[in-house]
């Protein structure tokens, strides 16, 4: 082997993960890169917990221009990598590793994916926003919109140690106004929200799954948007467009978290509608 990479080889990002590879993702970001002559390849890598060390040293090993990590790794990773982007630090994980002048740095795209979506319909900042679930998206979420000046924040979890969790990190890292509600019976949402965000597992894979909330507290002032992208019609849009709210899908905040991942690894900023018909394609949607 060389020791420098020539011309003729390309650029080389991937995904580090335990679950089966074949993702969505990876149609996405290689779409990308074929449509805009970027001589990158973006890969899938099934990596066991137990091998993520020996996995960073070898995508530095092979000048990897980065990667991005799901379950298990978002937090784990950390360890691995040499910074830390402002909100991976401030949530304490990451899903887009960066090589920047021959260090690896971890951000976090989720949340600004999000924020790049919604922002499409309203801008957060001084809006009272309502965040249902507190696991790795909400987080991410709940972080960006606290960066992007939200009013405040309303954190609905079941499990109350997850939920406090996070409220308590956006009061206490972000200065934020943000209370926790235990979701232990049905949801009234207040009066007063402008925007609620279904950011649970709820729904993934099933398009009927209904959840506790009081469909008559769902005003048409209230812009809904859900993370789950399959299918991207969750029973919570559907209920919402029937109330007359705006409604945001899962899709948007897949496509724009894969649209800042790319722009990070190669400079440039990759067309919306190319990844989006690469998603839809891989769902099965078009
Ligand atoms: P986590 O496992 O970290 O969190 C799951 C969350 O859902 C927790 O808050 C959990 O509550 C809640 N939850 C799950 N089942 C129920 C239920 N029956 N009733 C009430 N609450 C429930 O998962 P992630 O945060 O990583 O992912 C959440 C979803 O977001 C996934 O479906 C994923 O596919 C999607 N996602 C979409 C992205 C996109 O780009 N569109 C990007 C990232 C994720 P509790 O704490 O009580 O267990």
């Known amino acids: 082997m060389s020791e420098s990479t020539p011309d003729f080889l390309p650029s080389l990002v991937g995904s580090m993960s335990e679950g089966a590879a074949g993702n969505p993702t990876v149609e996405m970001i290689e779409a990308a890169f074929r449509h805009h002559g970027l001589h990158y390849r973006y890969i899938n890598m099934e990596v066991a ?69 919604l922002k499409s319909l309203i801008d957060p900042a001084g809006k009272k926003i309502v965040i249902l679930g507190a696991g790795g998206a909400a987080r991410a979420i709940a972080v960006e919109l606290g960066l992007a000046g939200a009013g405040q924040i309303t954190v609905v979890n079941r499990s109350t140690e997850r939920g406090q969790a996070l409220s308590t990190l956006l009061v206490d890292k972000l200065q934020l106004d943000s209370n926790y509600v235990p979701w232990s019976g049905t949801f009234q949402i207040p009066a007063d929200t402008d925007v609620l965000v279904n950011g649970t597992s709820i729904g993934l ?19 809904v948007a859900d993370v789950i992208f399959s299918p991207p019609e969750t029973w919570l849009l559907r209920e919402a467009k029937q109330a007359g709210c705006a409604t945001l899908d899962g899709l948007g905040m897949i496509v724009n978290q894969g649209i800042t991942s790319v722009d990070y690894w190669t400079g440039v900023r990759p067309e919306a509608s190319v990844m989006r018909t690469a998603v839809e394609n891989a769902l099965s949607l078009s």
Do not use: W
Request: hydrophobic fraction near 40%.
């Open 205 to 223: 894979y099933d398009g009927n799954a209904t959840m506790p909330i009081d469909l008559t507290t769902l005003k048409p002032s209230i812009v």
């Open 49 to 117: 917990s137990a091998d993520l060390a020996d996995a960073v040293k070898g995508a530095r090993a092979m000048g990897f221009k980065g990667f991005n990590c799901s379950l298990p790794h978002k937090v784990s990773v950390i360890q691995h990598l040499d910074g830390l982007g402002k909100s991976a630090e401030i949530m304490g994980a990451v899903n887009c590793v960066v090589q920047r002048d021959g260090k690896f740095i971890g951000e976090n795209t989720d949340g600004k994916g999000f924020l790049e979506s």
